[in-house]
């Protein structure tokens, strides 16, 4: 029972990708998201939560208006839409079940009021 972040690579600065979570064991309908990222050498830091249902989403400031978090309930996936990436967005990024509260809180989120973390996956944005 866990998440699964893919659809990391290396893309060059102003570039796009799109990450994809997806649910193994359980259905992630009923769960509020979080993305979340670890750079080198730094803490790990909250992107995004989206709710399960009452449509909230929210994104931590330096990537609001880059980035997009969508839902589609009942194909168990969660995606993660990056636009205009910049060097700094460089991290690992992981997604995981708001396991505190059903629905988003406006961030920063605290990465211990989340649960069923799975492996990340690598954004690394460089010419």
């Known amino acids: 029972v866990q998440l699964q972040a893919s659809g990391g690579g290396l893309v060059q600065p102003g570039g796009s990708l799109r990450l994809s979570c997806t649910a193994s064991g359980f259905t992630l309908d009923t769960y509020a998201i979080g993305w979340f990222r670890q750079a080198p050498g730094k803490e790990r830091e909250w992107v995004s939560c989206?709710?399960?249902?009452?449509?909230?989403?929210y994104y931590t400031d330096s990537v609001k208006g880059r980035f997009t978090g969508t839902r589609v309930n009942g194909n168990n996936t969660v995606y993660l839409q990056m636009d205009s990436l910049k060097p700094e967005d460089t991290a690992v990024y992981y997604c995981?079940?708001?396991?505190?509260?059903?629905?988003?809180?406006?961030?920063?989120?605290?990465?211990?009021?989340?649960?069923?973390w799975g492996q990340g996956t690598l954004v690394t944005v460089s010419s």
């Open positions: 989206l709710s399960s249902s009452d449509g909230n989403i």
């Open positions: 995981a079940a708001y396991i505190a509260y059903s629905e988003c809180l406006d961030g920063p989120l605290d990465a211990g009021h989340f649960g069923l």
